[in-house]
């Protein structure tokens, strides 16, 4: 009951109202929700306060956030435990966090389109929602010409039959639009809100304009469940139907690759159904009026292939119905929050920073699914673009993140190989080679899905050489594979497929390497990560990373059959790397030393795409090339490589990297930090963040790219924090940038959570349970905390 | 009936510029009317557009004032004029040709000495080069959709240069689809027009282009100031086309 100051609320929902109302009272949520109605806020971003355990539990039920707790009875951890966010002592202690805060932080991106312009496009690819089994973006809010609404299920492909045709991602049925006969109500602006933590998206007409407002997200709790709330006070009614075809904006081209069919029983369905797969979509929605205000409530479930998957779909569909709205919000809310408090990055003094690695952590922490398997996508589920295929950008860019933070996702990334071993045999056959090769592209099926001519910017049709001879994917597939084992310590998957995976995958490389008369042994005819230079023998990275990868399969292979293991080791020790003994430096590959000695300096500022600029004749004649090669042996294998060869390759290299990939500047940022140069490292940094927060491809509108976030992941944990596995001990090694005041950083190591925190003169490390760490070499038990004098860093 | 209003005067050119107008009105549905500003007694530019079947008006006056002047009326779609290329190797378009293209608020058609003009009553293919900017993009958007609807073939190029090469990209095989379908939603987005994208000098590359396709018209959208370097592309152009070179302003 209200003792005074009643005038200062514009809702009032008291016991009075509530007996009134036929309301039940507290833990029940229902006051609470029916204020929040009245108030026209979404439960999930708004604050809930109370000084009793029954409000917080209510608050909690209602799916409520945050809920701070005021203890005046002395009961913080009783408070903290019936679900508060926050206790306090005084409610003054209480900051709101407002929108531009929010934003500071990096939990919210904002973005106001003022119609259907390119602005609108990347933005959809921006808000794209996941749960790694099915993708959602676009704009349902009006019918825009141009615009699509997009769905998209992880596996679903289509085409690919016909010679030169490439397979690619089947879009989904899409969410009706929500206006009517046709009649575009877009408000003149809108304004969308991503808030990361919850992984929601709100979209609102610009004050004073009236428009449908909408929330959504895709339950991470429900994979497959796609959730939208939407309210309009136009007086306009609401589509009958809750699903048409795909409606997709710029590709529609596509459209003539698949069909299209609906249906209304039993409940409400369409299918979008192409040579190999159908995507069938399962949908319901349900209209109230509440303060003045329609509202529609529409849940959609999504699955790829057979009635037996719609029949499950359709339980789901059911089961959400029952749940209602608030109950799902709260349970996905709850789903990221422990993702986040998993592996949350915090950078103090940097807001760009740290928007940047927020915006790349909820992406890649939504990327795969827990369970299954996940083919992650170059573009994830965020759009069309590169037609969903899988490169080595999930194994050796993304996957490092999830081993590191959600392992069980990380997990499924690993089944995805391993259930493509198969294929990846009969691409070694047809290759006239023993074992197991992967393909560079590949699909649903692991067959080689890399297109195999483009015509390209000098108006030729031009050979796509990367199918045929970027054959260090293989190695790169190991190398994930391996990491995610040091990461999990799940070595369980070396005990079944993932044994034979790495050793069949070595199979490959024995029958694939030349022995010279004067015993060295050769890789020839390859091409590196540099792409600028094609065909080329002895590349550097592919030799290194074959090396490694015989030594470890050798390992493996050694209870079984000795003589192979020997042969491997053998092979390992003969293959010729590069390494100039004098320089301390790594020749690319050979014959590198000879080329045009180019610096990308004399050219244009980086980043840009020299092939595009100076053409492909010219770049494979010159020094300058596309990403790190050489450097990348030195990021994924730094102990495979020579004493004091980092710094002299750093020095060599970088000047003739056009970073004109986007898997570039991030890693070359964490190169430089773990050599100690971590302002210029910064430098990098700032545009792997960018990359698609400002477009700076002009491609992000066709989707969001994973590997640059999952780049960043590792410039800040490998980079700056210097954190590596070696032999079961995590080491950390920062070496923090000048704008960076703090690092935090949360890990999951061998099922033990680890909190990092990180500033110029200390470094504190804590866990969950027992952990083996050194800090600057130094070993350490948790929770450590060690601290520079003069120079020299000592344990506290 | 809308006009495209052939600006001519004693100049060996003028004839071209009277063909040229007269292809443009074919093309777009418009009437040609020639424009002659009388500077002296001459008699061959009446004589020539009679022998035409050309109504024309003879003023007098200063001829960029008079030109500028008519070109402002309503009725008036296009302004074609004779370019003068005397000063070669640095291309000259000519006086009055300069003056008017910068300072009419209508499209102007220009009209290179030799210039060859489509053997077929009309245009047939038009060239569209596009920077990739919303301001040029805007300004040619209009006369994209009015070839469009006249059943021109139109091709969009982009050329990327050092001005304009992208900052990425990743993997050929995909990029060229996914930049293209970009770039043509982002400033073309009109169905049924080829797209090209090239890479080089964004002059010649333009000049080749248009040979490859067969172009028989290259239209431009341009800020009408010398100092940019869309500026840069439409004085080369200009100064090297063999085709008339259909200029259209930005605030236009």
Known sequence: ?796 | MKQVLAAIDESPVAAHVLDAATTMARTLGAEPRALHVREGKEEAPVALARRAGVAIDVVEGDPIERIVERSDHHAVRVVALGMRREHRPRPDTGHVASAVMSRAKKPVLLIPPGVRLPTAERFGRVLIPLEGSAQTSAAISAELRAFHREGVAVTVLHVMSLDTAPKFWDQPGHAVQTWGAEFRARWCDQPGTEFRLRRGDVVPVILETAAMEGADLIALGWSQTMSHNRARVVRGVVGQAEIPVLLTPTDG
């Open chain 1, 1 to 796: 009951m209200l003792s005074g100051g009643a005038d200062l609320f514009d809702v009032v929902v008291d016991g009075v109202r509530a007996a009134e109302s036929g309301l039940p009272g507290r833990p029940d949520p229902a006051t609470l929700l029916a204020a929040a109605d009245e108030m026209r806020v979404v439960p999930a971003r708004t604050l809930v306060v109370d000084d009793a355990i029954a409000g917080i539990t209510a608050g909690r039920g209602g799916g409520f956030f945050p809920i701070v707790a005021v203890d005046r009875h002395c009961d913080g951890d009783a408070l903290r435990t019936a679900g508060a966010d926050a206790v306090v002592s005084d409610l003054a202690e209480v900051a709101l966090l407002d929108e531009s805060r929010n934003s500071a932080l990096g939990w919210t991106i904002t973005r106001q389109e003022s119609s259907a312009g390119a602005e609108g496009r990347v933005n959809d690819a921006l808000f794209a929602l996941s749960d790694g089994t099915v993708g959602v973006r676009g704009d349902v809010e009006t019918g825009v010409e141009g615009r699509g609404w997009l769905t998209l299920v992880a596996g679903a492909f289509g085409g690919g039959t016909e010679d030169g045709e490439m397979v690619r991602l089947l879009p989904g049925p899409s969410l009706a639009a929500l206006d009517t006969a046709g009649e575009s109500v877009r408000p003149s602006a809108m304004r969308r809100t991503l808030d990361l933590r919850s992984g929601v998206l709100e979209c609102h007409p610009q004050p004073d304009d009236s428009g449908v407002s909408t929330i959504r997200f895709v339950s991470l709790a429900r994979p497959g469940l796609i959730v939208l709330r939407a309210e309009r006070d136009d007086g306009r009614p609401w589509p009958e139907r809750s699903l048409e075809p795909p409606r997709l904006g710029t590709a529609r081209g596509l459209s003539a690759q698949f069909t299209y069919e609906e249906g209304v029983a039993p409940t409400e369905w369409a299918a979008t159904i192409s040579d190999r797969a159908r995507v069938t979509a399962v949908s319901c929605q349900q209209s109230r009026s509440v303060g003045g205000r329609s509202r529609l409530d529409r849940l959609c479930v999504l699955r790829a292939d057979g009635d037996e998957k719609q029949a499950t779909a359709e339980r789901l569909l059911n089961e959400a119905e029952r749940l209602g709205f608030d109950a799902l919000l709260a349970e996905h809310r709850r789903h990221w929050s422990a993702r986040w408090q998993a592996a949350d990055i915090e950078i103090e003094g940097d807001n760009r920073s740290q928007s940047a690695i927020r915006f790349a952590l909820f992406h890649l922490l939504s990327c795969a699914p827990t369970r299954g398997e996940a083919g992650v996508a170059a573009r994830g589920l965020t759009g069309l673009a590169y037609a969903g295929h899988v490169f080595w950008d999930a194994d050796v860019f993304v996957a490092p993140a999830l081993a590191a933070t959600l392992p069980a996702a990380a997990r499924t990334m690993v089944e995805y190989r391993l259930r493509r071993l198969d294929a990846a045999r009969r691409l070694a056959t047809s290759r006239g080679h023993a074992g197991a090769r992967f393909p560079w592209e590949s699909a649903w099926s692991g067959e080689d899905a890399t297109p195999t001519t483009v015509r390209d910017h000098d108006g030729e049709v031009v050979p796509i050489m990367t199918g045929s001879h970027e054959e260090h994917i293989s190695a790169d597939v190991v190398w994930s594979l391996l990491n995610y084992v040091d990461w999990t310590g799940d070595r369980r998957v070396l005990r079944g497929a993932g044994r034979a995976l790495v050793i069949e995958t070595a199979r490959y490389w024995a029958s694939r390497i030349r022995v010279a008369r004067d015993g060295r042994a050769h890789l020839d005819a390859v091409m590196g990560p540099d792409e600028y230079h094609e065909i080329v023998d002895d590349n550097a990275f592919t030799n290194i990373m074959v090396r490694w990868h015989l030594r470890r399969a050798a390992r493996l292979v050694e209870a079984n059959d000795r003589n192979e293991a020997k042969r491997w080791r053998r092979l390992a020790d003969s293959l010729v790397d590069g390494l100039d003994a004098t320089s301390r430096r790594y020749e690319q590959h050979a014959g590198f030393w000879q080329l045009e000695p180019l610096r990308i300096a004399d050219i244009a500022d980086v980043p840009v795409a020299a092939d595009v600029l100076l053409g492909r004749r010219r770049v494979a004649a010159a020094q300058v090339i596309k990403q790190p090669d050489v450097l990348m042996a030195h990021h994924l294998l730094p102990d495979e490589m020579a004493k004091g060869s980092l710094r002299a390759d750093l020095d060599f290299y970088l000047p003739r990297t056009a970073q004109g990939s986007s898997l570039s500047p991030a890693i070359c940022a964490s190169l430089l930090a773990r050599a100690g140069r971590p302002d210029e490292a910064l430098a990098l940094f700032d545009i792997a963040g960018a990359l698609d927060l400002e477009d700076l491809t002009g491609m992000s509108a066709g989707g969001l790219h994973l590997a640059t976030f999952g780049g960043l992941w590792q410039a800040v944990v490998f980079g700056f924090a210097g954190v590596r596995v070696v032999r079961g001990v995590l080491h950390v090694d920062p070496a923090l940038p000048t704008r960076w005041n703090r690092l935090r950083i949360g890990l999951r190591f061998r099922g033990v959570g680890v909190g990092l925190l990180v500033d110029h003169e200390r470094v504190a490390i804590e866990s969950d349970g027992p952990l083996r760490a050194k800090v600057h070499g130094l070993p350490v038990r948790t929770p450590a905390e060690l601290v520079k004098v003069n120079g020299a860093w000592r344990t506290r």
